[in-house]
DNA sequence: ATAATAATAGAAAACGTTTTCTGTGTCAAT
DNA sequence: ATTGACACAGAAAACGTTTTCTATTATTAT
């Protein structure tokens, strides 16, 4: 590897002049032999030992991501929003997977501050703020898509009670009255966000609030399916079912579809999230999406600002999601759509993690 | 951040001798003086500067992974795969996402030099070796789950052949005679190895190769329902349709359901990858999964292998994976299953990637 | 003309480690 | 008794930067 040294004896200069042109310091350095130390260390090909920076400046441009679980489907679209930014302003990301059970381990954290991380990145975890705070010795930080009740000013988080609301009112406005709703597992802040979401469009629509019609699931799509289940036992059905994410809502169409009763013609169902499921199931799933490549966007651009001590935003961000209507609540003019007219479409309409479109 | 001299201090030694100690050396240092040591640095909290350590050392204990692809359904639990061993051998990793399209540009990886980090893992790349041996300067590398056709020594790569070979046997071992083949885009080097395990596995059921039961997707859903479609307009049905991954499958199901056909009763259906929506779909998906958490792991373990300078393995590693018998090619026992019958398991049969068991 | 300031650049210190070099004192072997 | 080996520990150099301090020259203001 070169070194500023190496660069500095063939121009002919002091180390010193050398690093205050390649750390592009404000130091004044006459044009001529700013212009001669560039072409050199292009010439030799030139690229600035970070650890010796870091040493120096007690700056690494390192940035300590932890995650609850890599492997969820929102995760790594999150991670590819904070690295968007983060590449671009020349910072790398340690990126750690730390679920649930070992939140109590600061270890993992401990190595990340050695490393002279620059700050942390918590995405979708379980922190509490006060946790937080001890691990990480005032170095600063921001949460995206925090999943524990208690709000913290620097975070980043769906506008899930408005999301939410995109959802039913599609129902509301497609004349229906009664719809049942299956709920998140309660542990989880977004759970009860989508279900005041839902209260509110029922008021919104003149409609009151069955608490007979809400039923509580884990996520899962087996769960989605018992809850549906029992529901159907009950004496009247709804006319639709909401789900607080689309892998309960795709067991609510298997359950439904089971009893041989059609979706959406007899019942309509809509999900949250947009995951990749929902193009595929049939009927294929309406729905709402969190704007994930956005939001690590946003939380990226307010760690750097935190970091270069710019005033920045300090109160929690709430960002709005679109909805995808497909096909199971039913076309809203009535028109009567199948399962392959969304394959017919081709390529260009389908889109899979493979072909992720980011920039939406 | 106490450094080494204040404990030096503290405990009345010299910051050599402190040193000597915390990096555990073999240098010799007396029972008492090291006890003593290690009691202060434990009091006073103490973690080691990495960058300063990195400077004298030359070695980061970082390792630079770069990926084609962060949100395809592989990549993260190889990710975690890598980092299970890297944590626990005390490496952190710099995950970057390189596309195809930017293959050409380096100065990615140049900065990640600057971090002089020890290795580098390439996930799902499409580098050809020459490539990387440029990029890398000697650094030391693996790779795992590589896409391109050209051979590398350092890859830890599925076993595609022996797996794709599972699900055919499963077929010819159930009766199916007239087998149509959906592969995948001929550009990569999976649609090519999956294909030969077709053809192996014909052979060894003594059915003979015919050209026109093959068709071509590009991995996609619609692309799947497409050739199916066309599949179905010729003259004489397969009895079974093996897809080179879920995606297509799917489509495939789709399709032929479209035609008022039923699977697996009038067609069988087979994918690969075990993907989330091969436990949603309806009927649900015989397919085979390949080891990614193992094959992370066996990269990492290569990759650290190589760094400490031992003697390892240099030859392409194959993993093979596990077939997974679900409905939708029928029951091996001539049972009667639905796709209900599947969720009333309960949770613990059903494993999405929120509850993903990695040690499998 | 002179003092004050600005532009420019080198010397050297500093960041926190590891490691070489140099010294002690102790012990066993001659 | 002297040598050699060994266990132990401190001093100091080194890693590649950035930055403070100091010095020289050129420019400007009086």
Redo the contacts between chains.
Sequence with gaps: ?VTIKEIAETVGVSIATVSRVLSNSSYPVSQDTRARILQVAQDLGY??????R??RTDQ?T?IGVILD?????W???I??GL?DVF?RR?Y??????MPWEIHSQSD?V???????VDGFVFVETWHTVSERKDLLNTKPYVTVHRLFHEPDPYSVIPDDVYNSSLTIDHLTKLGHKRIAYIAGHEAYFSSEERLTGYKQSLEKAGLSFDESLIYRG??????G??CTQELIQKSELPTAIAAAND?MA??AI??V??HGLRVPEDIAIVGYDND??A????PTLTTVQMPLFKMGQIAAENLLCQIDKKPCETTEQLIKGDLFVRQSCGDPQGKDI???DF?R???GA?V?????KEDT
Excluded: C, D, K
């Excluded at 790398?92 to 997977?97: E, G, I, P, T, Y």
């Excluded at 401990?110 to 002279?116: P, V």
């Design positions: 590897m690229s600035p030992n970070l650890a010796a870091s040493l690494s390192l679980n890599f492997t969820s489907s995760a790594p679209i991670i590819r690295q590449h020349g790398f990301s340690l990126v750690v997977n993992v401990q190595n990340l501050l050695g490393h002279s884990n996520w899962s799509v087996p769960s399916y018992q892998q795709i067991g298997l359950a579809q089971e990749e499921i193009q595929i199931s049939n199948h399962a392959s394959m479409e081709g390529n389908f899979n993690r493979h072909t992720l």
